[in-house]
């Protein structure tokens, strides 16, 4: 069976065989991935320790083949099939010292299945096998405890009943229940031997009755059944619903594991434990973990002892702690990574039952990551491929630690989930009114906003908020938005909540919570929680920025972030960004003070009343814009010109009316101008806002906007440029599609700068480019380029018009119907694998990039590319737009870290294929 | 000058030359490109002319290559030019018996410019070139009219003062209205030879003043300084707006005509006239026209003397007659086309002024070329490519004849421009209220519905309506999609108009309509008329059968019809429809008796109730489809499923408010539906309902709709079946934008299908498809392709989401801004062409459809594709469908015609080109 001459390649696994633990890494010449077809996950894993020298308790595999062979025969065992395990099980009951069967010295088995994926519904494991009436004897004797070998042999029955004979548990469980009843215990662990005893009779007469045969006493015939068993189960309907359901091959078939059982039970000098090679919630490189002596695996998991910290074991059993520590951490240095490690310690041997990559917080995965560079045991680049970039941001924002909020939900204060709109954990009293919200902030509270929906009135409230909740709007609507771009946790669209703001209260359900009250929430999970539940803190250590560092070094792309204001500018700028990719001169008009004058700008009846609305609105913005590029000093700015409908700044008409006809026939001048504001907001109104009077159209319309826009960006420019900053504006003319737009727009604008570079005597390098967020931008990409420095990809819109799917009412009304499928018939099918604006889609909207970048290039060569939509800082985006050859990824602040390491391994990623393809 | 060696080939037109209108024809060997190069359009024709050995007065004409000299010169005339004219200008003298300047008998001459395309911006004409002091005297003679003579003389210094030396009109206008003050006369003609005299000594008075230099008395100097003028006019600021706005090259020059001036005054054997070789409004084959004895052309526009019929002409003037038939005839042949002919006869010698392609009436024109073929003059295929397709349109509907609506403007009856929303005219008494429409109608009164927004409630009023009128919406309203369903005129987002339902009335500025009133409504242009203007009813000729049946033999694209009901099915079949393309079942759930269901369904709180009110829809559904089954037997009908989000059916919110409101407090159970309706309202509310919860999104997540629309579709369908009527049904999955809606949707539908034949034990063939709507269906054609029958490209939504554009948004807010043109400083820059939503684009959405064709065969060669926007009822897509490709368009039963015609055109366009590339 080992006989396998060396040189010869193994290109297939397509051979039904049984291998020993111990030959089968030989026999594959350690290709993984044959391994993992042919011994299934599981025998890859036992194989591989065992070639690694770990003390593995001896077995066998009979390869996934066999199992297609029990079906391709009509579900009998290949001729010899069994023969040859016998054969082999020598080998393992030499090993041993002990022989299957044998009523004095019995080998007793584990048999488990194990397919290339790990399949939750197949049939799982069969403990003890072996034992029968006289085997227990031998086995309570040799451990010297025989409550304990009843206990195990009424599970082989109830185990074996159960998978292998195919009869419920819960046959065996109600005769368990009604014998405690009888026998007046509450704990299984309470059973005495007489009680075991009677309990095995019954349950062998389970057997008998369900089958008409009686528990099979002959050890050979149980692993022949149980092993029967195992290729059966492939094909239950569990197995088939979960492989329909995963898109897993019907035909690859399950391995079967046999192998022997060993005891930390069998004496003092006996243990069970578990550990991990680091810890896994720092990443320190020392020991961690738990085990017992004299006890089983489940003896842990039944919390009747407290296990022991594994460094007293060093104290207890000091060879075996020795045999440990060089064991596993050789198995580190074979997987090289961080390992949780299943042990037993039968009589002083030190057995390793299971390895597995360790879990690992954040934090952990971090410090172990560089950790292993420093140590020589992976290279740099494994090291940022070892990161999931996701992860970062944890370490950025505060967080519930899981325990408390575990806590918490034990307790029923789960309140309610909405949609996690911007990420972090906050606590604080509810407050309802944006104004109460600035008040107690300024007092040193911390505050919970709570609102039906906000406006652009309710900024300040946010701002002084730890945290934003509304009942209505989606990932997209005002709180989302301005949230995420402040990195400031939101629950949006919550909208079991009932938010009563004249009453003060909110409701769930039947509890009402009133202004003070102190709620949690989670903005990652869309979590609302009663009460408090403590935040931890982040933590920034030396490794972070020590791989950050190395994903520099490595990463083509370059990252900007999204930042409206110059702390945004700051915050960014110290994660590392390189610039900023997107500036929205919306919400800079958002501001309490600056409201008014805006909407007086919307309300202006001549073009004179707007461009004294826009005189005022001048000095703010070269303000707003002098900050930032002081902030940036070297570094680029692209700023979009104003892009949202207009009645984005006007109050809701709902809201006019109700004040309207709450002040019946009271002709004050407050209440005419609420009038004038609801006939403009009626006259701006729009069947579907997202594709109206919006982006470069509102420029086009209404040039005043723009233009004032442009000079309070060159002024600005030119001012810091006097004090010696460096400043590089980029102008972004927003939702172009079609080159026109571009051209009248450009035309007329640089027009503008021209004129203040010379008033002011300064000469301003600038950039002159557009948002690609409509299809026809992409298909027309050739002719934008001629008139463009840049595109940048707005590709939430983008996505928006490719799909035909406005977010806020796709992710209220089906797109979670999308994701988790729809019925027909007995099948299930998901229509979308993924939310489209959480990760870009390759297919429509990657199609469209790609076209846009093909065409773009071939006008202007020098073009640069960037994407600016929220995809911009999400991991497999990156990875995507690295592909395709965009310049630069733009993210909000909190993202940039996230997306220097996803660019980083983009690029490893990249680099490999093609040093795979150079190899072909 | 007309010695060019035969055989030399002439490429190119780039050299200054002067050429007799005798020569120029055979110098240019008859390239009419060339020719328009280089003598411009009005050039090239005098050439063509007399070259067919029309008699045109004589005259020679300065190439364009001379207006380019003359400015490259820095605007000095090319040495030896004038030398050339004078040269050439013998042979003109020579021809007529006068010379330019001579005292006795002097030749007068008309100097023209002429480019190559006609330029309304250039200088225009100066005529009676070469009188002065003297030869006015012997004009006066040799015409026996001395107060002519002195009239053509003053004429002659106010266009020479005015085009030549560039002083303003008004100089000359002032002194002759003061003139006319001050001798009390109130025409011009009634001016007296010595009130000539005196204003001809006033106009060169002028003259002097203005130039420091008197009127030019040599006739040479006259004629140097017009050649000089009519070059620089090239380079007049109106000029270079014109060609910046219709983007002319600045470089190509404008040509000088001269030509001898000749009389139709000259004595009782003199004439001047115009006419048409056939009847310009019905097309028959005989000469209509109008002239004048004794008379220039100007007589005729005064308006002094009635003109004569042209058959009077055979009378007063045979031989004449017999010349012009000839003449005439000989044109009409050389053009194969209708002429519009000016003519004068001097001393009953007949000369040709000019010729053009008559304009006709779309009867005419139909006429003209089914007639030309019979004559054997064109093909048929010339035949085809002559009649505008749009054209065919006005022969189906009534229309207002344009006299009596010119008049009805002139007496200031025109109210309101709106949208064109439905072409058409009608006329009728105004109701504001559909159940009043019905009731009058019922009376056999004629009325137009006149409201702010129709809604699905209206349908009946509609229904009964001459035409519609509404004051909000756009070409995608509710009233304007019905109406143009129903081929009804209407006038849609007619803002100007202020509708009071209450107060029964409307009102247009200050003035006020009743209810009863009667109004005329001009659908084709927009236009709403007070009173009454007279229709004229559509009439159809056999020669509109004939061309059309040429259409038919020559096109390749088929033509099938929109049609939602049995009626319009009869219409399109009798228009020679191939099919229904797209029959959209929402309509079918608009009438009066089915709408209270339909809001059932969609206020059923269970899937029970929903399916109590689908098994009530069903029945009317399935006879829908049974009626319109019967009337296409043998015809493929294909079926939309239901498209529109859910609250189009149900009232607006706004309505609903108040309606409520205005019941406060009363607990009825009519206001406690409204409060529910209400609440189901908003909860259907979406910010852009067009990119939400509609299409097979709809049928994704309440799939009870679409099973019941199969249903009925397959009982309907194996009802028809079993009277032996040929079923062809097409089930078509609207907004489809991933491969998984629709084999979800085709799953769950087949499966319905199935079990309707099975019960019904009838197989019935039919198709499953899709619309391709969403532009994400376009980039992931391949994958859908494998699932779907056909394709029927959606251009409506297809358009709105390339552009980003939401057509009743953009309509009313920007996209007029973008065709009219915006201004950046002194220019106007267009940034749209034309409007995408009537003609198709070819770049952004047109790409997208061409990689939908590509994608969509590689996976299913036997693909059906077709079109169902509006744009598969206009001529220009209809030509850019044939090119990429299309199997098939579907329109308007009532622009089923048209599409035969420019589905032919495009055809033998297509294979022109092909010819052409082979000549290659």
Chains 1, 2 share one sequence.
Request: aromatic letters at 6%; hydrophobic letters at 40%.
């Amino acid at each position: 069976m080992s006989g396998k001459e060396s040189g010869q390649v193994i290109t297939e696994s397509n051979v039904a065989k049984v291998l020993l633990f111990a030959d089968a890494y030989k026999y594959f010449q350690g290709n993984g991935s044959l391994m993992r077809e042919a011994l299934g996950g599981k025998g890859a894993g036992l194989a591989e320790m065992t070639a690694t020298g770990v003390n593995v308790p001896p077995g066998l595999t009979l390869t996934t083949a066999c199992c297609r062979a029990y079906h391709n025969n009509g579900g009998t065992l290949p001729q010899g099939l069994l023969d040859q395990v016998l054969l082999l099980l020598k080998d393992v009951e030499k090993q041993v010292g002990r022989q299957l069967g044998d009523k004095e010295n019995p080998l007793l088995l584990s048999v488990r299945s194990g397919a290339k994926f790990s399949m939750p519904g197949m049939m799982d494991t069969v403990l003890n096998l072996g034992l029968n009436d006289e085997t227990v004897l031998s086995l309570g004797k040799m451990t010297n405890n025989e409550r304990f070998a009843l206990d195990s042999y009424r599970r082989l029955i109830q185990m074996f009943g159960n998978v292998v004979l195919g009869i419920s548990k819960d046959e065996f469980e109600h005769a368990f229940v009604e014998l405690k009843k009888k026998v007046k215990v509450e704990n299984d662990y309470e059973m005495s031997v007489d009680h075991l005893k009677e309990l095995i009779a019954q349950f062998k007469n389970i057997v008998l009755k369900a089958t008409n045969k009686p528990f099979a006493q002959d050890a050979h015939e149980q692993l022949k059944q149980a092993i029967e068993a195992v290729f059966k189960s492939w094909n239950n309907a569990r197995a088939i619903y979960y492989r329909n359901l995963n898109k897993i091959d019907h035909n690859i078939g399950t391995a079967v594991n046999i192998q022997a059982m060993v005891f930390g039970n069998l004496n003092d000098r006996s243990a069970t434990g578990v550990c991990f090679t680091r810890d896994p919630s720092t990443g320190e490189n020392q020991i961690y973990g738990e085990y017992l002596t004299n006890a089983q695996g489940e003896d842990v998991v039944a919390g009747i002892r407290t296990p022991k910290k594994i460094a007293m074991l060093a104290k207890e059993l000091p060879d075996c702690y020795k045999q440990l520590v060089s064991t596993i951490g050789k198995l580190e240095k074979h997987y090289a990574d961080m390992q949780d490690i299943e042990f037993t310690i039968e009589n002083a041997e030190l057995f390793i039952l299971q390895t597995r990559t360790g879990k690992r917080t954040a934090k952990a995965a971090l410090q172990v990551a560089v950790d292993l560079v420093k140590e020589g045991t992976i290279n740099k680049e494994e090291a940022l491929l070892r990161i999931e970039p996701a992860q970062l941001n944890q370490l950025l924002l505060p967080s519930f630690s899981s325990e408390q909020k575990e806590k918490s939900k034990a307790a029923g204060k789960l309140l309610a989930v909405g949609l996690n709109a911007s990420p972090g954990a906050a606590l604080g009293k509810i407050v309802f009114d944006p104004d109460q919200a600035e008040m107690w902030a300024n007092k040193g509270e911390k505050v919970i906003l709570v609102r039906i929906e906000t406006c652009p009135d309710d900024i300040h409230g946010i701002v002084s908020a730890q945290g934003v909740v509304t009942s209505r709007g989606g990932m997209t609507s005002h709180a989302a938005v301005v949230a995420r771009g402040m990195g400031k946790p939101c629950v949006a669209g919550c909208d079991s909540l009932v938010v009563d703001i004249n009453a003060k209260e909110m409701r769930v359900g039947s509890k009402i919570f009133k202004e003070g009250e102190i709620i949690s929430i989670d903005g990652a999970t869309g979590e609302v929680f009663a009460g408090p539940i403590e935040t931890v803190s982040p933590q920034m250590s030396a490794s972070f920025e020590t791989l950050l560092g190395w994903a520099d070094d490595k990463r083509r792309l370059k990252v900007r972030a999204n930042a409206d204001t110059p702390d945004d500018a700051k915050v960014a700028r110290q994660f590392g960004a390189q610039g900023i990719g997107l500036c929205r001169t919306e919400h800079m008009f958002m501001s309490q003070d600056r409201l008014p004058v805006m909407q007086a700008m919307i309300m202006a009846e001549s073009k004179d009343e707007r461009e004294s609305a826009l005189a005022k609105l001048l000095p703010m913005q070269r303000h707003d814009f002098t900050e930032i590029f002081k902030v940036m000093d070297g570094l680029p700015v692209t700023i979009r010109l104003l892009d949202p409908p207009l009645h984005e700044f006007l109050p809701k008409q709902e809201e006019l009316l109700i004040e309207i006809s709450q002040s019946q026939n009271k002709a004050t001048e407050q209440i005419r101008q609420k009038r004038l504001l609801l006939e403009k907001v009626q006259e701006l109104k729009e069947a579907n806002p997202m594709m109206g009077l919006r982006g470069c159209r509102l420029g086009l319309v209404y040039p005043e906007i723009n233009e004032m826009q442009v000079r309070a960006i060159f002024e600005a420019a030119a001012a810091v440029k006097k004090q010696g900053i460096v400043v590089l504006p980029e102008i972004m003319i927003p939702l172009v599609g079609e080159v026109q737009e571009l051209i009248v727009a450009r035309k007329h604008l640089e027009a503008v700068a021209l004129a203040v570079m010379e008033e002011q005597k300064e000469k301003i390098d600038y950039l002159f480019g557009t948002m690609i967020e409509i299809p026809r931008a992409c298909l027309t990409a050739d002719e934008i380029a001629r008139y463009a420095d840049f595109f940048s990809f707005g590709t939430n819109d983008l996505t928006q018009m490719t799909y035909g799917f406005s977010r806020d009412d796709a992710e209220g009304k089906f797109l979670n119907r999308y994701l988790e499928g729809i019925e027909v018939g007995t099948e299930k099918i998901k229509i979308l694998s993924n939310n489209p604006f959480e990760i870009l889609d390759r297919k429509g909207v990657g199609k469209l990039m790609k076209l846009a970048i093909e065409y773009g290039l071939q006008t202007n060569p020098a073009l640069k590319i960037g994407i600016c939509g929220e995809h911009g800082g999400e991991a497999s985006s990156i990875g995507f737009v690295e592909q395709i050859g965009l310049t630069y990824v733009s993210c909000s602040p909190f993202r940039v870290p996230l997306a220097r390491l996803a660019a980083a391994q983009a690029r490893i990623r990249a680099e490999s294929n093609i040093e795979r393809l150079i190899d072909k």
